[in-house]
C-alpha cells in the first residue's frame, strides 16, 4: 500500500499566498462589482445607465484620457531623448544628474501641483515677476495645461530610469554599423535603437499610464473644474457632493476594465516586438564638440532645472516667516515648529504604517519571488499573474472596494490602521515581487542543490543560502515600494481617519487650508526622506540607479 504523499512545505506556503490575495483583493473587487449592480429595488444598471446618460459624468472620462495619453506621450518624448543623450554623450556631473533626475520623481504628483501654484498660480512668485516687470501674462497653471505640466515632469523620470537600462544591452557594434551606412543623428535613434529598446518604452508607457490615471491629488489641486476619474470617484463615494456607493462602485468597474485592457494589449505588443541582442560591447558615452555638445548640455540642464525646480522652490519656502496664511520677509523655523507641534502625529504615523506594510511585502515578497521562479507550475503562474494585478488598479478604487468589503463584522476594518497596511503592502508588493524575481533568475540553482545534498532542508537551504543571495533585488524594491507608500494619497484619503492621518493626508489638508507654511515644511521632511532613503540604497548597492 502505498503511503501517503507528505505536504510540501512550498505548496503550503503558495495556498497561503492565494488566499491572501482571493481575501483582500479577488474579493473585494467582486463585493465592489456586486454594489455596481444594485439598485434601491435588487439588481439593476442603474448605476452605469446613469454614467453615461450625462455629459457630466462621462465628460470625466474624456478628460481622464487625455490627460493619461497626453501625459504618456510627451513623457515618451521627452525621456527617450533624454535617456539616449545621458547614455551617449559624456555630460558633466553626470552622475549628480542622474541622482537629480530620479528624486525629481521621489516626491507625490500633488505636492508637484501645489509647488506650481507657488511658482505659476494667480500670485506666484514667477506669474508676478513677469507680470510686474515685464507685463507679460504668463500661461495658466490651472485647468488641462497645469495637470499635462505637473504629470510629464514628475513621470518623465521613470520612463528615463527604464529605458537607460534598456540602453546598456544594446551593443555599439549596432550603432557603428548604422553610422557607416550614414544612419546618424536623429534618424539613427529613430531607425535603430527606438526598435530595439520598444518593449521597454512600453512597460514604462504602462506604468506613466497608470499612474497618470489614477493621479488623484494633482486634478483635486489645480484642476479647477477639469474633472477626472478619481475625483468624481472621490466625490461620488466620500464627499458631500455624492455619497453615492453604488455610483461610485459602477465607475470604478469601469476603470478596471479599461485599465486591465490597455495592460493586456501592452503586454500583446510587447510580446510581438522583442528583440533579444547581445551585449559584448556596451554603448559608452562619447565626447561631442561644437554645437552638438553645446545642445546635449542644454538639453539635460534645462530639463533637470525644471524637474528640481518645484521641490527646490518648495524646500525654500519651507523657511519663509509667515503672517496667518501669507508669506513674509525674512526667514523662520516657524514652519517647521508647528508641523511638529501641531501634526507631529503625521510624521509617527507615517513611518510606522509605511515600516508595518514594508516588512509584509519583503516576507511575502521573497516567497511569492521564490515559488514563481524556482517552483514553476499552472498554479504558481495564476500567482505572478494575480500578484501583479494591484499594479493595474488605481489606489482609490482599492480603497473604495476595501471600505465597502470590510465594513462589518466578522471583519470590520475600516477606520483602523491594518486597512491602511493592508492597502499599502497589496499597492506596492509587485515593485518588490519584480525585483525580487529577477535577481533570483541570475542566481544559480546549483548552490540551493548543494546544500540540499548535505543534508538541509529545502526550507532552511531557501533561509540560509537563497534568502541572503536575493538580498539586493529585495532591497532595490523595497526601496521602490518604501518610496511609493511615502507618497501615497489616493488610497489613503479614502482610508485614513484623524488617528492614522499621515504625511501626505496633512500636507494635501494644509494645502487646502492655505496653510502654505506648514504644507511647505511637511513636503520637504518628507522629501529629505526619500532622498535619505535613495542615498542609502546607493551606498549599499553602489548603484546609481535603481531597476524598476
Keep these: 500500500m502505498n503511503e501517503p504523499r507528505k505536504k510540501d512545505a512550498w505548496t503550503i506556503i503558495t495556498g497561503a499566498v492565494f488566499l491572501i490575495y482571493i481575501v483582500f483583493l479577488l474579493y473585494p473587487l467582486i463585493t465592489l462589482f456586486a454594489k455596481s449592480l444594485i439598485g434601491p429595488e435588487g439588481f439593476s444598471l442603474a448605476s452605469f445607465q446613469k454614467f453615461f446618460s450625462s455629459k457630466y459624468y462621462y465628460g470625466t472620462i474624456v478628460n481622464s484620457l487625455r490627460v493619461t495619453f497626453s501625459v504618456t506621450l510627451l513623457t515618451v518624448v521627452l525621456a527617450v531623448p533624454l535617456a539616449y543623450v545621458m547614455n551617449t554623450v559624456k555630460i558633466r556631473f553626470a552622475a ?11 516626491s507625490a504628483p500633488f505636492i508637484g501641483a501645489y509647488s506650481w501654484i507657488l511658482l505659476l498660480g494667480r500670485s506666484g512668485v514667477i506669474t508676478v515677476f513677469f507680470r510686474d516687470v ?15 505640466l505637473v504629470l510629464t515632469l514628475q513621470l518623465t523620470p521613470l520612463i528615463f530610469m527604464y529605458v537607460s537600462g534598456a540602453l546598456k544591452t544594446v551593443d555599439s557594434s549596432l550603432i557603428e554599423a548604422s553610422e557607416s551606412m550614414n544612419c546618424t543623428g536623429v534618424k539613427k535613434m ?16 504602462l506604468l506613466v499610464f497608470m499612474r497618470a490615471l489614477a493621479d ?26 455624492g455619497d453615492d456607493d453604488s455610483f461610485a462602485a459602477a465607475i470604478s468597474i469601469m476603470v478596471v476594465v479599461f485599465a486591465t485592457s490597455i495592460f493586456l494589449v501592452q503586454k500583446f505588443v510587447a510580446e510581438k516586438k522583442s528583440y533579444t541582442t547581445t551585449s559584448l560591447r556596451p554603448i559608452q558615452p562619447k565626447k561631442e564638440k561644437g554645437l552638438r555638445n553645446i545642445l546635449a548640455h542644454a538639453f539635460i540642464y534645462i530639463y533637470v532645472i525644471l524637474a528640481i525646480m518645484p521641490q527646490a522652490y518648495v ?12 508669506f513674509v520677509p525674512g526667514y523662520s523655523l516657524d514652519s517647521y515648529i508647528t508641523a ?50 494591484p499594479y493595474i488598479v488605481p489606489g482609490s478604487i482599492l480603497g473604495i472596494a476595501l471600505l465597502m468589503t470590510f465594513n462589518k463584522q466578522p471583519m470590520y476594518l475600516s477606520g483602523t490602521a491594518f486597512i491602511l497596511v493592508l492597502a499599502f503592502t497589496i499597492r506596492r508588493l509587485p515593485y518588490t515581487i519584480r525585483s525580487s524575481s529577477a535577481i533570483l533568475h541570475q542566481i544559480s540553482v546549483s548552490t540551493e542543490e548543494a546544500a540540499i545534498s548535505l543534508g538541509a532542508s529545502k526550507f532552511k537551504t531557501f533561509t540560509r543560502i537563497t534568502v541572503p543571495a536575493m538580498l539586493p533585488g529585495v532591497f ?37 487650508r492655505g496653510n502654505y507654511g506648514t504644507a511647505a515644511a511637511l513636503s520637504s521632511i518628507l522629501s529629505l526622506i526619500t532622498v535619505i532613503s535613495l542615498l542609502i540604497f546607493f551606498k549599499v548597492t553602489g548603484k546609481r540607479e535603481l531597476n524598476m
Excluded: C, H
Aim: proline fraction near 4%.
Design 96 to 106: 549628480a544628474i542622474q541622482i537629480l533626475i530620479l528624486i525629481s520623481s521621489t
Design 134 to 148: 515685464f507685463g507679460i501674462a504668463t500661461p495658466d497653471i490651472y485647468g488641462f495645461n497645469g495637470i499635462l
Design 190 to 205: 529613430v531607425r535603430i535603437t527606438a526598435p530595439l529598446i520598444l518593449p521597454t518604452i512600453l512597460a514604462g508607457s
Design 216 to 241: 488623484f491629488g494633482t486634478p483635486m489641486l489645480i484642476g479647477e473644474g477639469y474633472r477626472t476619474i478619481p475625483v468624481l470617484i472621490f466625490n461620488e463615494f466620500i464627499s458631500e457632493m
Design 315 to 326: 524646500a525654500y519656502t519651507s523657511f519663509l516667516k509667515t503672517r496667518g496664511k501669507m
Design 340 to 389: 511638529f507641534s501641531k501634526i507631529g502625529d503625521a510624521i509617527t504615523n507615517t513611518f510606522v504604517l509605511a515600516l508595518s506594510a514594508l516588512a509584509i511585502i519583503v516576507v511575502i515578497a521573497s516567497l511569492v519571488a521564490y515559488v514563481t521562479v524556482r517552483r514553476p507550475s499552472a498554479l504558481t503562474n495564476i500567482l505572478d499573474i494575480a500578484t501583479m494585478f
Design 476 to 512: 532595490s524594491g523595497a526601496i521602490l515600494s518604501w518610496v511609493s507608500i511615502l507618497t501615497e494619497l489616493s488610497t489613503s484619503i479614502l482610508l485614513y481617519t484623524t488617528a492614522t492621518r499621515t504625511m501626505t493626508i496633512a500636507i494635501y489638508t494644509e494645502v487646502l
